[in-house]
């Protein structure tokens, strides 16, 4: 069955940056998209960033040009760059896959989340 396997949150001053991962693991699988959400306290969930198979990529504007997203295929890994993290970012981050998995000799399309790694961004 088909795991995101999160790591890479952490405490981290105001201008810091951290990188978080997200594998994907057991199944035979093919990418339609990934890409992380986060939730803050009190607040709705938002789409932070997305690959798509083709490669290609969307932020929320909130992010954009401080937040990398990218990926390894020979790893099954896609990764979020933050640099210049701000207070602001600081909120649950989800890993989340559209993905076409092999199950029982067919493919089936189906969401996945991670378990979520906590940013916190200290002023």
């Known amino acids: 069955q088909v795991h995101l396997v999160e790591s890479g949150g952490g405490l981290v001053q105001a201008g810091g940056s951290l990188r978080l991962s997200c594998a994907v693991s057991?199944?035979?699988?093919?990418?339609?998209?990934m890409g992380w959400d986060r939730q803050a306290p009190g607040k709705q969930r938002e789409l932070v960033a997305v690959?798509?198979?083709?490669?290609?990529?969307n932020y929320v504007d909130s992010v954009k040009g401080r937040f990398t997203i990218s990926r390894d295929i020979a790893k099954n890994t896609v990764y979020l760059q933050m640099n210049s993290l701000k207070p602001e970012d600081t909120a649950v981050y989800y890993c989340?896959?559209?993905?076409?998995?092999?199950?029982?000799?067919?493919?089936?399309?189906?969401?996945?989340w991670g378990q979520g790694t906590q940013v916190t961004v200290s002023s």
């Open positions: 690959i798509n198979s083709d490669g290609r990529i």
């Open positions: 989340n896959a559209d993905l076409q998995v092999l199950e029982g000799g067919r493919w089936l399309r189906n969401d996945y």
């Open positions: 057991r199944g035979i699988f093919s990418m339609n998209t």
